[in-house]
């Protein structure tokens, strides 16, 4: 069945610092990749997606991931973390019958 | 554009009860889709449609039910509420399908007692 996984319930960072928000994928054929951010009493905004091309994606807020078909992940990363970046991030891959399957989430708390 | 809008934004329900969750979108898209979210578990699909008129079951259907009779309106209904429907509901649009971004309503939050 295809379905993420985002092995860490929690990432803290210091403020300037880089971040990595990890995401493992499990998918027959070519995998539809994406991450999503939820801020406090939100609902989910698209980051980015992986669907084909290059493996380093580029998205929203200065977020990019890093498609790696050897190792089946597609961790989030951002060269200078900042404080507003505090939130709850969930990596999905569509499935073969369309539907989007989410990971459990990961919530990054960035320090001043 | 509003986007997608989700009313209401808080309910309590008592065990039995019944209520339709609204959700509106004013992007023009085809797909639709409901989602709860349970504390740690990330995004369930309910039910989703890919046009006015289509609806399709997802992960979690039971205990829901949807109708499509408009592209902008996708309403979640809820016969007989349980407590195990306690959840925040997430409904969402997109373009031509999920290989596209999916753009999300606030949210409700419905708590079953």
Known sequence: AQSVAQPEDQVNVAEGNPLTVKCTYSVSGNPYLFWYVQYPNRGLQFLLKYITGDNLVKGSYGFEAEFNKSQTSFHLKKPSALVSDSALYFCAVRDMNSVMRFGAGTRLTVKP | ?113
């Open chain 2, 1 to 113: 554009n509003a986007g997608v809008t989700q009313t209401p934004k808080f309910r309590i329900l008592k065990i039995g009860q019944s209520m339709t969750l609204q959700c509106t979108q004013d992007m023009n898209h085809n797909y639709m889709y409901w989602y709860r979210q349970d504390p740690g578990m990330g995004l369930k699909l309910i039910y989703y449609s890919v046009g006015a008129g289509i609806t399709d079951k997802g992960e979690v259907p039971n205990g829901y039910n949807v109708s499509r009779s408009t592209t902008e309106d996708f309403p979640l209904r809820l016969e007989l509420a349980a407590p195990s429907q306690t959840s925040v509901y997430f409904c969402a649009s997109s373009d031509q399908g999920t290989v596209n971004e999916q753009f999300f309503g606030p949210g409700t939050r419905l708590t079953v007692l």
